[in-house]
């Protein structure tokens, strides 16, 4: 039972390591303003690209949030078994 928590914590670590990683790339991408799109300017100018980013957000915390639940879900029902 320890090894399924000392596993579930590894999995959850990588993918929030992946996560901050994923972010990180995508700040650094977003810095680059000299060739930015008419779409993208407009987007920032409207305040609306903080909205997108905003539920962007939101569903990946909840996707992460349901795997998780979800794994022990099946771990209990593993157990059970």
């Known amino acids: 039972m320890e090894r399924k ?7 959850i670590k990588s993918s929030l390591s992946l996560l901050v990683v994923l972010l ?3 700040v650094a991408q977003a810095q680059n ?4 799109s008419s779409f993208g ?3 920032r ?7 997108v ?3 962007m957000t939101t569903i990946l915390v909840g ?4 795997l998780i639940r979800l794994d022990k879900k099946v771990s209990k029902l593993e157990k059970e078994a």
């Open 24 to 26: 990180f790339a995508a």
């Open 33 to 36: 303003v000299a060739g930015e």
């Open 5 to 11: 928590k000392i596993d579930r914590m590894k999995i």
């Open 45 to 51: 100018s409207n305040g609306r690209i903080y909205v």
């Open 63 to 66: 996707l992460f949030l349901y």
């Open 41 to 43: 300017q407009t987007m």
């Open 53 to 55: 980013i905003a539920v």
